[in-house]
């Protein structure tokens, strides 16, 4: 089974940036899908950005431009950089895998088989 561990949450102020990388045990296709949810207090939880196995990115309308996914070649290691930063995005943030795509899966949760226990980010 693949394991996901998230890291680089935190407490920012408005308008600041942060780093969350996830570190993936198990074995992993090079074909596989990676992405970032995340879940605030009395909210369901949302796709915030995915990464494909061809290395297509997809984001939510709410971090465009914000935002970035991105992915470590060799180890499966995807990164969200979180740039200008807001009340808003405060949640926790669970990284998402799916070990082997044979299609793109963007933000549907139901199709990643492997989550992490999450990162709290702060936002204030």
């Known amino acids: 089974d693949v394991q996901l561990v998230e890291s680089g949450g935190g407490s920012v102020q408005v308008g600041g940036s942060l780093r969350l990388s996830c570190v993936a045990s198990g074995y992993m296709y090079s074909r596989n899908c990676m992405a970032w949810f995340r879940q605030s207090p009395g909210k369901e939880r949302e796709g915030v950005a995915s990464i494909e196995r061809d290395g297509e990115r997809r984001y939510a309308e709410s971090v465009k431009g914000r935002f970035t996914i991105s992915k470590d070649s060799g180890n499966n290691t995807p990164h969200l950089q979180m740039d200008n930063l807001k009340p808003e995005d405060s949640a926790i943030y669970y990284c998402?895998?799916?070990?082997?795509?044979?299609?793109?899966?963007?933000?549907?949760?139901?199709?990643?088989?492997?989550w992490g226990q999450g990162t709290q980010v702060t936002v204030s």
């Open positions: 998402a895998a799916r070990p082997y795509c044979v299609v793109p899966i963007g933000l549907s949760s139901q199709k990643y088989t492997a």
